[in-house]
Nanobody
Framework: SQVVESGGGLVQPGGSLRLSCAAS????????VGWFRQAPGKEREGVSC????????YDADSVKGRFTISRDNAKNTVYLQMNSLKPEDTAVYYC?????????????????????WGQGTRVTVSS
């Protein structure tokens, strides 16, 4: 059982990317899922999180109005649509899923004890 991120790449400032977090071996529908990022020399931070019921989301202030998290339980996948990208969005983006944590706890408290972590996908915003 695992989660695998995809969709990263090189994009110019102002551009868009859509990241995907696909689960295999278990149903992601029962888990709160979050996107996290880690830039060189910085700690990992929560970016956007979504509840298992899809009724609650959380976005960090730095991405509000630009990033949107969504889920498609039929495809067992969670997405992060990233628009108006800035150079400071450059980082490795990770997906994490946990069955018991709330959306707020998942995003505010980065825990390597979450049920699942992916290996990350790199996003580079540069001209």
């Amino acid at each position: 059982s695992q989660v695998v991120e995809s969709g990263g790449g090189l994009v110019q400032p102002g551009g868009s990317l859509r990241l995907s977090c696909a689960a295999s071996g278990f149903s992601l529908a029962n888990y709160a899922v979050g996107w996290f990022r880690q830039a060189p020399g910085k700690e990992r931070e929560g970016v956007s999180c979504i509840s298992s019921s899809d009724t609650s989301t959380y976005d960090a202030d730095s991405v509000k109005g630009r990033f949107t998290i969504s889920r498609d339980n039929a495809k067992n996948t969670v997405y992060l649509q990233m628009n108006s990208l800035k150079p400071e969005d450059t980082a490795v983006y990770y997906c994490s899923a946990d069955r018991t944590r709330t959306v707020q706890a998942l995003c505010h408290e980065v825990s390597y004890l979450n049920d699942y972590w992916g290996q990350g996908t790199r996003v580079t915003v540069s001209s």
